[in-house]
């Protein structure tokens, strides 16, 4: 429950179950709230991580022989 | 004078890289091979316009995106529909490692295409958000807009997704982080 430790800030005053439970330990009440900051580092992550997927996947042959096509054709004087 | 060895080298180098970025605009990936083809041909055309020593893969994204908003978008109007993309952007799924990146790729194809694409340039791709701007040719504050907005709209998706995965503590997640997202790490 360490998430009702942020009552004050963010949720516009409206603490999701009262209680009366803990609030604060030490915490800043201003600046960031806590909970976008690990949101946006997993949003981060995944990004980079769905897109490492991608980037991992095999490049077909095709390419490489383009390429290389290309390549001797310059370097055999195509004029 | 580029030298051509040394410019195919770097074309070899970025082959993935530019695959990727292809896959992430064109949503397909036989669209996205006959992207990275053109561009590659273009590039190749066109290497005396490449200054060496400056940034080949931003100079290739460019050539990329291009073409594809000048030769395939209006071929393919469709592409831009959420549902089309999230599908096709799919056939990725089934290689997830540790995580599982269903959700977020769900989220990430109900962005509108402009925010993904300044998303991923630099969240995932590594330019700067004065080197995405380059590339998709705009001001550098559209590129960080842009950025904000995406980043606002996931957090949102995701932190929806997470009430119904993770139960009532996820629920007191999801209450703050609707709230203003203005103060973005990085920012």
Redesign the interface.
């Known amino acids: 429950m360490k998430s009702t430790t942020n009552n004050g800030e963010g949720a516009g005053g409206r603490a999701p179950s009262g209680g009366g439970g803990s609030v604060g330990k030490g915490r800043p009440r201003r600046g960031r709230p806590p909970v976008n900051e690990t949101l946006q580092h997993v949003i981060g992550s995944q990004l980079k991580a769905a897109y490492d997927e991608v980037v991992r996947q095999p490049i077909p042959d095709r390419f490489i022989e383009l390429l290389g096509a290309l390549e001797d054709k310059k370097s055999g004087g195509s004029e | 004078m580029t030298d051509?060895?040394r410019f195919?080298e770097g074309?070899?180098g970025e082959?993935?890289?530019l695959?990727?970025f292809a896959?992430?605009i064109a949503g397909n990936i036989d669209r996205a091979?006959d992207l990275?083809?053109d561009t590659?041909?273009k590039a190749?055309n066109n290497m005396h316009a490449y200054t060496e020593g400056t940034n080949l893969r931003a100079w290739l994204f460019t050539i990329l995106r291009n073409t594809f908003y000048s030769d395939y978008r209006k071929r393919s109007r469709e592409i831009e529909d959420d549902g089309t993309y999230s599908e096709r952007l799919a056939v990725?799924a089934e290689?997830?490692?540790h995580?599982d990146?269903t959700d977020?790729?769900t989220a990430?194809a109900k962005l509108p295409s402009d925010q993904r694409e300044a998303?991923?340039l630099v969240?995932?791709?590594g330019f700067s958000y004065e080197e995405a701007a380059e590339i998709c040719g705009c001001a550098l504050g559209t590129i960080k807009s842009r950025i904000n907005r995406a980043?606002s709209r996931?957090?949102d998706l995701?932190?929806v997704k997470s009430v119904d995965d993770f139960g009532?503590?996820a629920?007191?997640?999801a209450?703050?982080?609707s709230?203003p997202?203005s103060?973005?790490?990085g920012e």
């Open positions: 051509p060895q195919k074309l070899v082959l993935q890289s695959r990727a896959i992430s091979d990275v083809q590659l041909l190749w990725h290689q997830d490692g995580m990146l977020f790729r990430l998303l991923i969240g995932a791709s980043r996931l957090a995701l932190a009532p503590d629920r007191a997640h209450v703050l982080a709230g997202l103060t973005l790490p």
